[in-house]
């Protein structure tokens, strides 16, 4: 016993060296990077009603004399922060006809369109007298080149989730029944409010959560849809980044559901010090 003792000793005298010189040689631990730019996102609905989602808002004309009054409110209280950039969800290589509509609405040579872009967009960026807006957007398939891997519809009806997916609907709905409400008897800065809320994000985070469970380990379609869908807001986030500099303020106006994971990724990434989105849709908000 005593030499499997004696061994013993001497691989644990060999092992505590080896771990002594590690220390030494390691380099000073580097601190947490420290942030650079202020990011202010906002969520809004899609103001021409594209129908795109599987729960839709149906937006009644944002041209009526009503709305524009509304949304040149919400324009004046979010314009407070005077951002640097405004971000947009438009795909990347449309930039160049952007930037010729932009010109042409802030020169008066245009009416806007309907799409929140340009209601909030163009109009913030005119008054602000930046040079337009910025095209962050990317919605493609990416790495996943099956569009069958992320069929969950179609991975419901082959695995009898039917009851499930009912159930999830229901909730969706009832959350959609809200946001209704809310648009129809209420203001354009009501609605943002809702869709920037804690309680908003939480529901639409758990929805992301539900459609991952769709199929099984072996036919995992949902985790596969989640996956595209982390993909392209991670992707969003990358060109947000590459189009920040050093003292940017930058306003990302985007759909409402990328609102957990473009805020997750500016707060993790330590490059930002992310705004309280509701704080400046506020009229009670401190000017900077």
Known sequence: MRGVNGRFALALAAATLVASVAC???????????????????????????????HNTHADDVLSAKRQREIAEVARL??????TKIMVEADTT??????QSFAQSCQGKRPLTRNETEQLGFRIACDQKLK????????DMGPIKDEASVDFPAAIERHGQQAQYERDKAIGKA????????????????MLLRLNSPEWLRANAQAY????????????????WDMLWYGRNLTIFNNI?????????????????HGNWLRQLA????????????????DDAPTQ
Not at 242 to 247: A, D, K, N, Q, S
């Open 175 to 190: 959350v959609n029944d809200v946001d209704q409400h809310t648009l129809d008897t209420g203001t354009i800065g009501d």
């Open 267 to 282: 707060t993790d990434s330590g490059k930002y010090r992310v705004e309280d989105t509701q704080r400046w849709l506020k």
């Open 241 to 257: 980044v590459r189009r920040t500099e050093p003292g940017d303020r930058v306003l990302v106006l985007y759909g409402a559901g």
């Open 78 to 83: 979010i314009a407070r922060f005077k951002p």
């Open 94 to 99: 449309s930039q160049a006809k952007l930037d």
């Open 24 to 54: 030494i040689a390691a380099p000073a631990q580097a601190t947490d990077p420290q942030p650079d730019a202020d990011f202010l996102f906002v969520g809004s609905f899609h103001m021409n009603n594209p129908g795109r989602d599987v």
């Open 132 to 139: 337009g807006v910025v095209a962050v957007d990317w919605n």
């Open 209 to 224: 959560f539900r459609i991952g469970l769709y199929g099984t380990e072996e036919d995992a379609i949902g985790r596969n």
